[in-house]
């Protein structure tokens, strides 16, 4: 899909199209990150920070459930 960057005041804006904005689950005021891969650059709609500290928390979940399930009760 090639898209255009216009400018928009002082920056420069890119204009999603509708159909991409529903397949992404987004809309207007959203918070969407750019992150650099192998390949170019990836925007979506998810933090990778955040799925990063999400593995972690799983990964330590897992190891100690036994506490963790002790302590819930």
């Not at 170019?40 to 933090?47: A, Q, S, W």
Request: charged fraction near 35%; proline fraction near 5%.
């Amino acid at each position: 899909m090639r898209l255009k960057l216009s400018k928009i005041g002082n920056s420069v804006g890119l204009v999603l199209p509708k159909e991409a904005r529903d397949r992404m689950k987004i809309g207007s005021g959203d918070v969407v990150y750019l992150t650099e891969t192998p390949d170019g650059y990836r925007l979506t709609p998810y933090d990778p920070d955040f799925a990063a500290q999400m593995d972690a928390a799983r990964k330590i979940m897992k190891k100690r459930r036994t506490t963790l399930r002790e302590l819930a009760k």
